[in-house]
């Protein structure tokens, strides 16, 4: 065995330190693998299980390959001429003598031993399963999960592009191998989780760098340190999802796309989707859509969805992904997740879906980041369901690490600072007129570079006022109070004017006065 490269030895033990390999999901892959290699044995080729051979190449166990959707419906539409193909491919990739990289050719060529929608992936993935002591379970070339990253990583050069697929695999696989079997000898899974541990550290994906990106999203969202953020990383390892909920223009999609950045840098590793009434569990996960060839016929495909497209990432790379989906509640929740549900919570079980009756399973670093707004609808009326399967945090105007988000703004953006105070001063009213916080006039809406009085005379009428009309409908006394004239004059005149909700202002009344209201007020603009 060659020795271990210097170079590699103080990643090897942070990688360990960091990970706890072997963890008890990785033992399980290994259970999976064994479990998989007896279907695979020359001697149980003639009785092969189809259903356990889909869970081997479609599944999440012991590495992913992808979905398969063309080699599955090669194999629901095949013969017992398709399936004995199977079987002879198998029985020469897997048993027979020849050359690795010639087999692997064999395997991927239509007119040898090759089937429709059988690619490089499921292939090595096979090899791996069955061939342990050879191949590790990196299946794809290509990619940011393929063996050409990580032999990049290592500095490695890649083999001839001109060169087969089948000897290209081969000779990457073996590169890979003989840089690592010193660190972790015998074990290729392990060797591929600290592969894409190396690989990372080009990604900046390392919980080292992790901090230093944490500390930047509080300067990014105007928070006062990062305790907030180190807060949000702990209910996400925990529960591995959470909801920011609170009023509009609080900075919660800001927050919730930052994060995600911060946890996932790679574009590959994270997705966002905003939903809306008509989402559905096809837009979301999978389904079939209409598509079109070249000569315009019309046929279905079955097309992964966001989710689906991130989680089949995951499942073949160790390092955190991320979904951010904003205005959760503003779709069907039950309906669009459908069994997705169960997964969400139960990471190490697998569910039959819709579409992958051969099982599907959700990894355990896709972590999901959603935002909903409490004017749309309250959190009392989400399914318990969900509840229980999200951390639900708070992100209200003013309150806890949202407290002088407006003010930072101002002071790094040249703006007037009384406006922060007027804008508090009209949500202290707000609290005590609608006994809520779900209403309140989140800080985003006023940040904007050299914000004056002119710029807040603007964004009042033109953004605020039609939500207090819509708020206060019915109700001309308070939507007269909340007009800017009126609040820019009790704003002006001081704290005091502040203190009771129902004082008057100048030419507003109170409800229960009574009285007109007038416009003739020096503070009144139109």
Partial sequence: MTERDPELVPLFERWLAES??????DRKHL????????????DALPDLDLYIFRRIYNGSRYGAPGPQAILNRTLRDGDESTFERLREMLDNLLWSDGDWAARIDQSLDLDQLGLKGLGESVIMKLLAVAHPERFIPLFPMTGDNGKAAILRAFGEPLPPADWSRGRRQVAAN?????????????????QMQFAYFVRDQDLDLTAVNLSARLAQVAEDCYLPDRSFLDELVALLEDKRQIVLYGPPGTGKTWIARKLAEALAPSETHRRFVQFHPATSYEDFFEGYRPSTDASDNLSYKLTPGPFAQLADHALGDPATHVLVIDELNRANIPKVFGELL????????????????????????LWVIATMNTADRSIASIDAALRRRFHFVPVFPGDGPMTGVLERYLVRNGGELEWAALVAMVNDEFRRLLGSGDLLIGPSHFMRPGLDEVA????????????????FYGDPASIARFHWSAVLSRHRRGPGAADGVLDDAPGVASPESGESYGTDDPGWSG
């Fill in 20 to 25: 706890g390999y072997p963890n008890d999901d």
């Fill in 456 to 471: 807040m005379s603007r964004i009042w009428r033109y953004n605020i006022e039609p939500l207090v009309d819509d708020l």
């Fill in 174 to 190: 073996d590169r890979i191998r003989n840089r690592l079997e010193p660190f972790l000898p015998g074990d290729p899974w392990g």
């Fill in 342 to 365: 169960f997964l969400l919570e139960y990471r190490d079980q697998e569910v039959a879906s819709i579409y992958r009756p051969e099982g599907f399973q959700l990894p355990e670093k």
């Fill in 31 to 42: 259970a999976d693998r064994e479990r998989f290699a007896a279907a695979l044995e020359r």
